[in-house]
Structures are given as C-alpha cells and as structure tokens.
C-alpha cells in the first residue's frame, strides 16, 4: 500500500461506518479527488467494504480479515499477498525443487484458473485461494488420476462435519451447498506415460464474501461459508486445517489408492443417479449416472442401455 492510500485508509478508519465526503479528504491529504478514487478503488481491491454515495462521499463499512502471515509461516506455508494464480507460483516453485505438500496461499488471484480455462472470481480478504504440490513417489499417472475426487471428498467431510452444511460432490470438481458452488478444484500434472514429476492441487474456497460481494451473474451460481452459516469464518485456521486434513489424505492415497476416499466421496455426492450429460473438447455423452468406480471413473449407462467409463468432462 503507497503513502496515500496508507492516509486515505487512516481516514476512513477513524470514522468506520460514517460517510466522509472526497472533498473533505481531498483537502486533508492536499491531493486530488481523483486521487482519493483511485486510493478507495485500491483498497477495495484488498478486500476492504467502502462503500460510494453520490453526494456524500465514501464509508468503510468493514475491513477485510486478513490471513496472519506469521501463523503461515510457522506452519511452512507461503504467503503471496496478490498473484496471477497460486497455481502457477506452485509450478515455478515445484519446478524449482520445492519439495511435497509446500503449500502457496494468495489473498487475492488476478487471474484465477478453474476446469477448461474458464476464470475463477478470486478477490481479496474473502476466500481461501491455494495450492499444494504433490510428489508421489509410488503413484502412476493413471493411479493419480483420481487425487481430484480425493481432495473433494476430504473437503467436503471437512467442510460438512464442521460448518454442519450440506456440502456435496458434483463430479469431478465442484463442491455446492443448495446447488451453488463453493469450492473448485483444479489439479495439474508434470510428467510423463509413466511417470510423475509432481502435481498442483489447486483450490479455490469461498469463505466470507457476502451477497452485495457477487455480481448479480456469480450470486446465482454461487455461495460462500458465511453466506451460509450467518457467521465469519477465521480463515487462517481454516486453511491450517484444511491443510492438515489433505496431507493425511494424500498419505493415505499414495499407500491405499481411492479405495479409502470412495465411499466418502458416494456419501456426499450429487451426481450418481442422476440423469446427465457429460461434454469434453470434441465429444459429450448422455446417460444415468450409475457408479463411480474403484478407479476414480464415473460409470455411465448411455441410451443404448451400454454402460460407459469417463475420467474427465463436464457434467450437466
């Protein structure tokens, strides 16, 4: 944060939920109103609730929680105030030699990634956007294929067993409470045939953003914990424990395979049973949904009555 959006900060903070108008700030300060606005527009982007009134002038309503960094540290996790996406950081370092389950935390992602390339909503103070890279020693790509639904399922028992939400599984990826999504994932494999360099876990959780935070598009397809419990998440000690939770799970994986997830995956699933429609690039496929195997495949019985594995898609 520059020396003036430092003061305009201690401004509205000496007067939390009060309008104080630009001019008044601008003739404190000795800048420009343009100044002041360019100041507010930045510190909205670290999360900060300041709101605009016409005529009136600008109210910080609420400062965001920030991740403690010195918690993160002591736990060995990176901290990065803003990048493109943690996903990234994650490689560069993987490649780097960062060694398995270094974990790369962002308050905020510029360009954040999910499934198919599609963007990924990723603002400050506001939500749990991380990575972590994994390098199995005992685990081919194709044993590997199912970390994704790994990492699901250990969300969601998380997420439901703590919050006492209904967190449930949409294949391959998606975690949603009441049919809006509150969580992606977003694995990334180096390698070869036969051969795993290292993978990216990359999560992107909605923690505390609150309706007036969604765009009117994002808030029908979308949640947040606090939208759904009423209450504020701290979010430092949900990410150590998330944490936690995964590199036991992982562990376990590497030893055991899916085997051991499965059946959490099943319980929490919305997608078995159902009638879907599968697409990828160049293909898409309809069916029930019938099972999903020991192999992490979703079984799909197609018009034909023939039943049909698929590793990868999009469901709908």
């Known amino acids: 944060m520059n020396h003036n959006g430092s003061r305009v900060l201690e401004i509205l903070k000496a007067n939390l939920g009060k309008t104080i108008s630009g001019e008044t700030i601008s003739s404190v300060l000795e800048i420009s109103r343009s100044a002041v606005w360019k100041q507010v527009k930045a510190l909205r982007e670290k999360g900060y609730r300041i709101s605009a009134r ?52 962002a308050e905020r992602q ?32 194709a044993a590997a294929r199912p970390v ?49 360099d290292y993978l990216i876990i990359g999560i992107g959780l909605n923690v505390n953003q609150k309706t007036e935070d969604l765009s009117t598009e994002i808030a029908t397809v979308a949640t947040s914990l606090a939208m759904e419990t009423g209450i504020k998440i701290k979010r430092t000690e949900l990410l150590i424990n ?47 949904a019938t099972e999903l195997t020991n192999d992490g495949q979703l079984a799909i019985k197609d018009d034909y009555g023939q039943i049909r594995l698929v590793s990868y898609g999009e469901v709908s």
């Open 54 to 105: 016409s005529r009136s002038g600008y109210c910080l309503e609420e400062e965001p929680e920030l991740l403690d960094q010195n918690a993160l540290a002591e736990m060995a996790i990176i901290y990065r105030e803003s990048v493109e996406s943690t996903n990234l950081v994650a490689h560069r370092l993987a490649e780097e030699g960062a060694p398995g389950f270094t974990t790369i935390i």
């Open 148 to 196: 994704t639904l790994v990492t699901a399922a250990v969300l969601a028992d998380y997420l439901s067993g703590t919050f006492k939400l209904p967190v449930q599984i949409k294949w391959p990826n998606d975690l949603q409470v009441g049919g809006k999504k509150i969580a992606g994932i977003l694995t990334e494999v180096k390698g070869d045939l036969d051969r795993i």
């Open 242 to 288: 998330l944490r936690h939770a995964l590199i036991r799970a992982y562990k376990l994986f590497e030893e055991e395979g899916f085997t051991s997830f499965r059946q959490i995956w099943i319980k929490n699933n919305i997608t078995l049973g159902q009638q879907v429609n599968i697409s990828w690039p160049g293909g898409s496929l309809t069916g029930l």
């Open 110 to 141: 510029l360009s954040g990634r999910g499934r198919l390339g599609r963007s990924w909503f990723s603002p400050a103070g506001s939500g749990l956007w991380f990575s972590v890279i994994f390098r199995p020693t005992a685990l081919t790509p």
